[in-house]
């Protein structure tokens, strides 16, 4: 954790401000400390991060899925752009914008698209429910506008009207209640700042309802068994890139059409293990923004995929 990082933090309970507690440092970052409110409450600093909760809850299946891939959808690690090209898809400005500007990534996992944030000069603060974060600090940790903490949605440690840029991406629709952690989001949100949001669309009813009945057992699978199970996939793509045959197994039976194994098995066990899935529509996100008061609306291709700004007076 930097220094710096406190006076963007307040306490989730009180919202008072904390005082930080150095016990020990390494490489510039503080290692080991405490962050403690007036109100009593204290937050521990263990291994270089924030904790404002001591678990992982129900995000345990996205701990296992990190710790296993933790470069595999790095843009650095895969000298490639592919997650700055999914990052700039679901976004109307240039990434050049956000230079100066203190954006928060909502369910950071990785870090993959905070790196995209970083490499465009702009302060990100990445949070996690899961030890993601942990997996997030090895990669992006040390750069000098990156922060991290372990936090739940739904409890954040941030004051109202704190972001230029909020974004969540694969986050909203794997929490207990995804409007609602939304619109957590939303209250923090300065005003003419933007969020952009994506959450699985429930369009295609076969596969919403084969997966529903699937996901029933594999969500209470030991995780590392469904994991192997999960590299299925790796033959199986070539069987569902057939016609007709394809597009029926899809239906019974769906897995990651992701070209590269390493994503699709990743992919294929982020379907099947999480505790909460829940899938949405464009009408119904729409919804969302509207009752939070957002304007300027933007759809974007991708499931469902918006974002919008919060005006100048609200
Ligand atoms: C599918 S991953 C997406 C990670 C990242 N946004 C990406 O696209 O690579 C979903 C992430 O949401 C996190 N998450 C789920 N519920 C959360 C909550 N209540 N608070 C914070 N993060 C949460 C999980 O731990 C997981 O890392
Ligand atoms: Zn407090």
């Known amino acids: ?8 933090l307040c306490c989730p309970h009180c919202k008072g401000n904390l005082d930080l ?3 020990s440092q390494e490489d510039g970052e503080i290692k080991e400390g405490l962050l403690k409110c007036l109100c009593g409450r204290t937050y521990p600093i263990k291994k270089f991060i924030p904790r404002f909760i001591n678990s992982d809850l129900y995000a345990r299946s996205f701990t296992f899925e990190w710790r296993k891939n933790k470069k595999t959808q790095l843009d650095s690690a895969n000298l490639n752009q592919r997650s700055q090209r999914a990052f700039k ?3 109307n400005f240039e990434l050049g914008d956000l230079k100066g500007k203190l954006v928060l990534d909502a369910g950071c996992g990785c870090g993959r698209y905070a790196e995209v944030v970083a490499e465009s000069a702009g302060t990100v603060l990445g949070f996690d429910l899961s030890y993601a974060v942990d997996v997030a600090f090895e990669n992006i940790g040390l750069k000098k506008n990156v922060h991290l903490i372990q936090a739940d949605i739904f409890n954040l440690p941030f004051k109202k009207a704190t972001f230029d840029f909020i974004y969540s991406f694969g986050v909203l629709h794997h929490t207990v209640d995804a409007k609602k952690a939304f619109m957590k989001l939303t209250g923090l949100l300065k005003p003419r700042a933007t969020i952009s949001i994506f959450v699985y669309s429930s369009y295609n009813k076969g596969i919403v309802y084969t997966s529903n009945f699937w996901r029933f057992f594999t969500v209470r699978m030991p995780k590392r068994l469904l994991y192997w199970l999960s590299f299925v996939s790796v033959p199986l793509y070539y069987l569902y890139r057939l016609p007709v045959i394809g597009n029926i197994a899809k ?10 194994w390493r994503w699709r098995v990743l992919d294929t066990f982020d379907w099947y293990s999480p505790k909460f899935q829940s899938k949405h529509t464009h009408a119904e996100v729409f919804g969302w923004f509207k009752e939070a008061g957002l304007s300027d609306v933007s759809i974007f291709q991708d499931e469902v995929s918006m974002s919008a700004s919060k005006p100048e007076n609200n």
């Open 89 to 91: 898809n679901r976004i």
């Open 21 to 23: 507690i150095i016990e």
């Open 251 to 260: 239906m019974v039976f769906v897995i990651s059409m992701e070209p590269d």
């Open 1 to 8: 954790m930097k220094k710096e990082l406190v006076s963007l």
